[in-house]
């Protein structure tokens, strides 16, 4: 079974830039979650989508940050414009949320580097 | 608010010892607990899921137990590996809201060969 697969896994720009990251989660895995991780921490969840539609989004900076999910598979997450304070890993992760046994499989995530 | 705690930060032990990892929360209304493992530069890889009904998980040298009472977890790895150095993060499903994770911040483990 393939994992969740993420692109690019490095990226280096300047603050104020734009960036894009791509996720492909597992098959039939209705849920996807994008995560951020400063170095040091544990991920902090930014997105959650159940199909199409986003159930959780509380803690997305909306003001530079915006994700969508197109027919409920991939994903995109996009910052604009990034702060040095973006600096973090960018982790996508799916899960089959069968109620009571929700196991997440996250992707190799996306090393983000602002400067 | 959930807040998942893990201590040590880090912790070095000689290869062959077995050794507890811990990992505490404030809220015990929990769906699941979650332990991973990650390496530098990679992602998470899930090693044990303990449902809020069970008390323990096993897989190979790994065994997680679960305590909703008091708020703990703790994560056994017997007869220890180099291989098995890399940071150690617990994660709550809370039992509200949309069901998302609250990580610890990890145990960083490394085996001395």
């Known amino acids: 079974e393939a994992g969740v697969a993420q692109s690019p896994r490095y990226k280096i720009i300047e603050k104020r830039q734009s960036v894009a990251f791509w996720c492909n989660p597992i098959s039939g895995h209705a849920t996807l979650y994008w995560y951020q991780q400063i170095l040091g921490q544990g991920p902090k969840l930014l997105i959650q989508f159940q199909n199409n539609g986003v159930v959780d989004d509380s803690q997305l900076p909306k003001d530079r940050f915006s994700a969508e999910r197109l027919k409920g598979v991939d994903s995109t997450l996009k910052i604009q414009p990034a702060k040095l304070e973006d600096s973090a890993v960018y982790l996508c992760?799916?899960?089959?949320?069968?109620?009571?046994?929700?196991?997440?499989?996250f992707g190799p995530g996306t090393r983000l580097t602002v400067l | 608010k959930q807040e998942v705690t893990q201590i040590p930060a880090a912790l070095s032990v000689p290869e062959g010892e077995n050794l507890v990892l811990n990992c505490s929360f404030t809220?015990?209304?929990?769906?699941?607990l979650q332990w991973f493992r990650q390496d530098p530069g990679k992602g998470l890889t899930s090693l044990l899921l303990i449902q809020s009904s069970q008390r323990e998980q096993t897989s190979g040298r790994l065994n997680a137990s679960l305590d909703k009472s008091s708020g703990r977890s703790t994560l056994y790895i017997a007869a220890s590996q180099p291989g098995d150095s890399a940071t150690y993060l617990c994660a709550v499903e809370s039992n509200f809201g949309n069901e998302k994770l609250t990580f610890g911040t990890g145990t960083r483990l490394t085996i001395i060969p």
């Open positions: 809220d015990s209304a929990i769906y699941n």
């Open positions: 992760a799916s899960s089959l949320r069968d109620r009571g046994y929700n196991e997440q499989f």
